[in-house]
């Protein structure tokens, strides 16, 4: 369960599984279908829920009893991502932590980076230490996947994470292009984002506060600039 892509009105792990499309709880729903069998649940990004700079911080009490409900079936486990800094510094987050068994992502590793480097059509072979580090961040590393060419082995000649985010966006504003958004449209929604985060002091913001760059910013959506 993506914890980011859930309204922050929902109250209760029914009204989860109802959003879901399932007809009822996703831990009860699980249960059944599982049958006694080891299941697991998956909650992705509970630093959504986060008093600090989390999207739905919300919908922790629905989300703690969902968690909850797990213990009442042996067999099923939950595995659960956060990021560390959230983890770490909101309180409601830091206990109920306590009753999960902790596990530190590490950078990837030099093999896979080199495999998925090759799949975007650059030159593993060519990778300075530098560069190697860079992409161990799973993060940047699905940057460079927005970037991949039809031209095999060439060199990677990005060298910093800025520059990376920067051949990103001249990636995603040629593609917006080609569907009718301009660079100043591409352009303008950006900042307009970003002068509401800043003004707010908040890592999101309501869809209705971007209205006056509605269209482009559906399409920015659509093509994973914004989510």
């Not at 991949?148 to 966006?169: C, H, N, R, W």
Request: hydrophobic content about 45%; some cysteine.
């Amino acid at each position: 369960i993506w914890l980011d892509r859930l309204e922050s009105d929902l109250r209760t792990t029914a009204q989860v599984g109802a959003k879901l499309d399932l007809p009822g709880s996703p831990v009860s729903v699980l249960g059944a279908i599982a049958q006694g069998k080891a299941c697991v649940l998956i909650l992705d990004q509970l630093d959504a829920l986060s008093l600090i700079a989390g999207k739905n911080p919300d919908l922790f009490d629905p989300i703690y009893s969902l968690l909850q409900e797990v213990s009442a079936f042996p067999s099923m486990r939950a595995v659960v991502a956060c990021r560390t800094f959230d983890l770490e510094n909101d309180h409601r987050l830091k206990r109920l932590a306590g009753s999960f068994a902790r596990k530190a992502l590490q950078p990837l590793s030099r093999e896979d980076v080199a495999t998925a480097v090759s799949d975007a059509g650059f030159d593993p072979a060519s990778l300075t230490e530098r560069q190697i580090t860079m992409l161990s961040n799973p993060f940047h590393l699905s940057l460079l996947a927005t970037l991949k060419t039809d031209a095999l082995m060439q060199p990677l000649l990005i060298q910093t994470s800025v520059a990376l985010f920067d051949e990103f966006l001249k990636r995603k504003r040629q593609e917006c292009g080609r569907i009718g958004v301009s660079a100043e449209q591409f352009q303008g929604a950006i900042d307009r984002l970003c002068s509401v985060l800043e003004e707010r002091g908040v890592l999101f913001a309501p869809e209705a506060l971007l209205d006056a760059c509605r269209s482009t910013a559906e399409v920015l959506a659509s093509e994973h600039v914004f989510s």
